[in-house]
């Protein structure tokens, strides 16, 4: 999910627990088998000694041997469209690892560092919560790609994408506060040609994805608070391939010089250098690609998509660090316009401030929303579509008196200028003492 460059405001969302820290558990009870019967030899030596029976009487009916009840087999692979619990496809905690990369230079002691093996041994738990959402992520994003085609309605996409995360992760967020169990990490992108972030389709749109189109696809996945963010690009024609080409570079330049101690300003000049020695042409006329300037990776906190450091994409005087322990989202968005995006459009993500100020709400539809929005999301951002599948009704007036109070933040859709294309790609790392993993890596991307 884009990040716009840090304001007064944005660096106060630096998030405490948000959610709950549960995990949901289940346990398979199991009936005990009912005891053998005698021996044989017993039963003989009865039968000697056994009167006649009288005329009449009902003869005993032997007891047999109940067959026992086959298991059924744990499935072993990914239904279509995905349904099955990561948990069944990785019993005990057996997620995969992300791509794993030693830190090089003056941080290369990491690597066989006792000190720094036993700092990444006390994170067991949040390295399990974050490999399943990202296998979570890999799983649904890999048959997103597979399936999604011309002529399919936004809101088809995207609430086939969510329905798929939450059945992975065995959690439907309908019940009370299950949605902060696990579940999405943020509404689902579906950013088309001059829109590069912040748009999800909320109840009513009819937008269908055309054969021209240049969709931005981006995917929020959280356990236990623990959000694994990563973006990709969709196009059906090759004239678009370079400006895929170009984004996709600069994300994995970013990736790739990303560690502990890394400036962020210079690792934007990096970016910046990357996404710009391309071009595309695009029906006969040739486009330099841009880094869209105003718009950056981020660091993740628990329940809070955006932390308290930005990545800027293009050459910067930040000469902030990145620090062991941090998580990033490096993401990069390229652009044949501008390279500069402006707010425009109906809002369809919100999310609770964790610094929200204690004011006293008069409306009362602002005051049962904001307890529905506590309960059930806390501080991970929403779509209005995630109010209405919760049954509520007629909200807007309230959801909007929460936003001029400050207790909710509203995303609205950045859009570069019209006739302009945009593309991103984007990959969650984790910063660990001992190596860098990109949580998000998979065979696509």
């Known amino acids: 999910m884009a990040a716009t460059p840090p304001t007064d405001e944005l660096k106060k969302l630096s998030v405490s627990n948000g959610g709950t820290d549960g995990k ?47 298991k059924k087999k744990a499935p072993t692979s990914q239904t279509d469209p995905p349904s099955v619990l990561m948990s069944q496809l990785f019993p005990n905690n057996t997620y995969p690892k992300g791509e794993e990369v030693e830190y090089k230079d003056e941080n290369h002691y990491r690597t066989t560092s006792e000190e720094k093996r036993h700092l990444d041994n006390l994170n067991t738990d949040f390295l399990i919560d974050y490999r399943h959402a990202a296998e979570t992520h890999r799983q649904v994003r890999q048959w997103a790609q597979k399936n999604i085609k011309p002529g399919q309605t936004l809101t088809e996409i995207a609430e086939g994408i969510e329905d ?35 748009f999800t389709p ?38 678009y391939d370079n400006l895929l080409a170009a984004v996709k570079d600069a994300t994995n330049t ?13 690792l934007g000049g990096l970016i910046q250098e990357a996404m710009e020695s391309y071009e595309c042409e695009i029906n006969g006329t040739t486009y330099p690609i841009k880094s869209i300037r105003n718009l950056t990776g981020h660091t993740i906190l628990p329940y809070s998509i955006h932390g308290t450091k930005s990545v800027p994409i293009v050459k910067s005087a930040d000469t902030t660090k990145m620090e062991e322990g941090d ?3 490096i993401e990069t968005f390229g652009s044949t316009g501008n390279g500069y995006v402006h707010d425009e459009g109906e809002v ?19 005051k049962s929303l904001l307890n529905v929005i506590k309960k059930n999301f806390g501080t991970i951002p929403f779509a209005r579509r995630y109010l209405d599948r919760l049954g509520q009704e007629k909200y807007l007036l309230g959801l909007n008196n929460l936003v001029q109070s400050g207790i909710v933040e509203d ?21 660990r003492p001992t190596v860098k993993e990109v949580i998000s890596r998979g065979e696509d991307y």
């Open 254 to 266: 970013g990736v790739k010089e990303a560690g502990i101690d890394v400036r962020l300003g210079e």
């Open 411 to 431: 995303y609205p859709p950045l859009l570069d200028k019209r006739g302009s294309y945009t593309a991103q790609f984007e990959h969650t790392i984790l910063l």
């Open 327 to 329: 998580v990033f989202a």
């Open 24 to 70: 949901a558990a289940t346990a398979n009870g199991a009936k005990d088998d009912t005891a053998e019967h005698a021996g044989d030899d017993s039963e003989d030596d009865a039968e000697d000694g056994a009167a006649e029976p009288a005329p009449g009487a009902a003869k005993k009916k032997k007891n047999k041997k109940k067959k026992p009840k086959k």
């Open 348 to 366: 369809s993500h919100y999310a609770m401030r964790s610094d929200a100020p204690k004011v006293d709400l008069r409306l009362s539809s602002a």
């Open 164 to 198: 798929s995360i939450r059945r992975l992760v065995g959690h439907d967020g309908l019940a009370e506060g299950d949605a902060k169990v696990a579940g999405v990490g943020f509404p689902t992108g579906l950013n088309l040609d001059h829109i590069a972030a912040h």
């Open 202 to 239: 909320n109840a009513g749109n009819k937008t269908i994805l055309q054969q021209s189109n240049v969709m931005k696809v981006d995917i929020g996945v959280h356990v236990n608070g623990k959000i694994v963010d990563s973006a990709f690009t969709m196009s059906f024609d090759p004239m």
